[in-house]
C-alpha cells in the first residue's frame, strides 16, 4: 500500500520528462530547425563539399506551395535567351519526347498511389500533395505540334491513354516504347499520326510493387538494338529491407531482339533522366540521392555510367561515405562503390536531362554541354533547385560550374511555386522545351531576338 504513491510520483515523473523532451523537440524544430550550414554551392561540381551527416529526429520539411502562373508571367531566363509558353493547360506534364517529324509527345502523369502504407509515407504524401504532387494519375500521353512554326502548339491530341503512371517514350524504327510504372509497353507508330488507338503489347515486367520512386524512363540506343530503363528504389536508404529493393536502384539493358533485360548499373538510388554524350557516345545519367542527413547532404549528380558500375546506394554515398543507417552493411560493395562525376547541389531534385548538341535555336554559347532540371527540394533549409542549368563541357566531362538557364520558378518570398521543371527535350526547330509539371505548361527556350 505504501508504494503506491511512489508509483504515482514516478509515473507523473516519467511523464512530465517525455512531455518536456516533446516541447524541447517541438521547440527546437519550430524555433531553431535544421538548415543548410554551407553554400549550395559547396555541393556543386566534380569535388563536393561532402560534411558529417546531421540526422535529426524529425526530418526538415520546407516545402514549396503550388500558386500556378499569372497571365503572361514566365520563368526568368539567362542573358540572350527568351522563353514562352509552347503549351499551356496541360494536367501535370511531367516527360517530353521528341519525335522524328518533330511532333511533341507530353507523359500527362503522376504517381500510381501505391506506395507502402506507413505514417512516414501517410507524413510524405501529405507533404507531396502539399507540393502540388499529389493529384491522380492522367495517365496518357499527348501530342503536341506546332505547324506554322511560331513556337506555340496549334495541335493538341490525346496520343495514347489508359496508362499506367506513364514516364519514358522511346521510338525504335516503327515501334513506339513507353515505360509504364509496372511494365514496358510497345505501340506501334506511324509518322506524322495524332493518335494510336492499339491497346499495346507488353515487352517487359518492370519492378513495381508499392513502388516508392515510381518513375521509369527509357533511352534507345543508338543501333535500335537495346533500350536502357532507369528503376528507382523503394525506400530512402532501403529502411524496408533489401528485399523490397530487387531489381532496383539501377539501370537496366533490355535486349529488343530478345526481350532479355539484364542489370546495367546499381546503386543508383533514383535515376531519371538519361542521355548519349555526343562527343565520346557514353551513357550519362541524373541521379536523386538520399535524404534525411541534413540540409547539405547528400548532393545529387550527373554521372557517366560505367558498365556493371556500383555507385553506394544504400551502403555509401559518394564513393567510400558509409551511410551508418543501413544495417547490415556490405564493405565488400563499399569498396567498389564508384565517384559520380559532377553533383548538382543537395536535395535538389535533378531529373530531367538533354545535351545541347542540336540545340541550334540557343546561342552557340549554350550549345556545348548538358542542360538538368531540378523540381526542387523538400528536404532542405533553405530550398534548393526550382531551376533549369547548363553544364558546359569539353573532350566529353563537365568543366566549370553551372549556369542558369530558367530561374523564377519559386515566388519572390521562396514561399509558394509557380511551376517545378522537370522533363526535358531539344525540339525540331533546335529551341529547348521544359515540362513544367506543377504550372501545367511546356516552356520553349531559344535566343533572345
Do not use: C
Request: glycine fraction near 10%.
Amino acid at each position: 500500500m505504501v508504494t503506491r504513491p511512489r508509483t504515482r510520483l514516478a509515473t507523473l515523473m516519467i511523464t512530465s520528462a517525455l512531455i518536456g523532451a516533446a516541447a524541447l523537440i517541438g521547440w527546437k524544430v519550430v524555433a531553431r530547425p535544421e538548415q543548410a550550414r554551407l553554400p549550395l554551392a559547396s555541393s556543386f561540381g566534380p569535388t563536393p563539399t561532402l560534411p558529417s551527416p546531421n540526422p535529426t529526429l524529425v526530418p526538415t520539411i520546407n516545402v514549396a506551395t503550388p500558386v500556378g502562373w499569372a497571365k503572361e508571367q514566365t520563368p526568368q531566363p539567362a542573358r540572350g535567351l527568351a522563353v514562352h509558353a509552347f503549351a499551356t493547360g496541360l494536367d501535370h506534364p511531367r516527360w517530353l519526347y521528341t519525335l522524328p517529324n518533330g511532333d511533341i509527345l507530353v507523359a500527362e502523369t503522376n504517381s500510381p498511389g501505391t506506395d507502402i502504407d506507413t505514417i512516414k509515407n501517410r507524413a510524405a504524401r501529405f507533404v507531396m500533395g502539399w507540393a502540388g504532387a499529389g493529384e491522380k494519375s492522367p495517365d496518357r500521353i499527348m501530342l503536341l505540334r506546332d505547324t506554322n512554326g511560331d513556337g506555340v502548339a496549334d495541335t493538341r491530341t490525346v496520343f495514347l491513354e489508359h496508362l499506367h503512371s506513364p514516364l519514358g517514350m522511346a521510338l525504335v524504327g516503327q515501334t513506339l516504347y513507353v515505360a509504364n510504372a509496372d511494365a514496358i509497353m510497345a505501340f506501334p507508330y506511324t509518322p506524322g499520326a495524332l493518335f494510336i488507338h492499339d491497346t499495346g503489347t507488353k515487352v517487359a515486367d518492370l519492378p513495381s510493387g508499392y513502388n516508392h520512386h515510381w518513375t521509369k524512363n527509357l533511352l534507345a540506343s543508338p543501333d535500335g538494338q537495346f533500350l536502357y530503363v532507369t528503376v528507382g528504389s523503394n525506400s530512402n536508404v532501403a529502411e524496408h529491407g533489401m528485399e523490397a529493393e530487387e531489381g532496383r536502384a539501377r539501370i537496366m539493358q533490355l535486349e529488343l531482339a530478345t526481350g532479355k533485360l539484364t542489370p546495367y548499373a546499381t546503386g543508383l538510388r533514383n535515376p531519371n533522366g538519361l542521355g548519349w554524350e555526343p562527343q565520346t557516345g557514353a551513357l550519362w545519367v541524373a541521379v536523386n540521392e538520399r535524404d534525411e542527413i541534413g540540409s547539405d547532404l547528400v548532393p545529387d549528380y550527373i554521372t557517366s555510367v560505367r558498365p556493371g558500375g556500383f555507385y553506394g546506394w544504400p551502403y555509401s554515398y559518394y564513393g567510400q561515405h558509409v551511410d551508418t543507417r543501413v544495417q547490415p552493411q556490405r564493405p565488400d560493395l563499399v569498396a567498389s562503390a564508384i565517384v559520380p562525376d559532377y553533383a548538382l547541389g543537395s536535395h535538389t531534385a535533378s531529373l530531367g536531362l538533354a545535351f545541347s548538341a542540336n540545340a541550334t535555336a540557343l546561342p552557340e554559347t549554350w550549345r556545348h554541354g548538358l542542360f538538368v532540371a531540378q523540381h526542387g527540394s523538400w528536404n532542405r533549409r533553405p530550398k534548393s533547385g526550382y531551376q533549369v542549368l547548363y553544364i558546359p563541357f569539353a573532350n566529353g566531362q563537365p568543366v566549370s560550374l553551372p549556369t542558369q538557364v530558367l530561374g523564377g520558378f519559386l515566388s519572390a518570398d521562396d514561399t509558394h511555386a509557380h511551376g517545378r521543371p522537370v522533363g526535358l527535350t531539344v525540339d525540331g526547330s533546335g529551341a529547348l522545351l521544359v515540362a513544367d509539371d506543377v504550372g501545367g505548361v511546356v516552356w520553349q527556350v531559344r535566343a533572345a531576338p
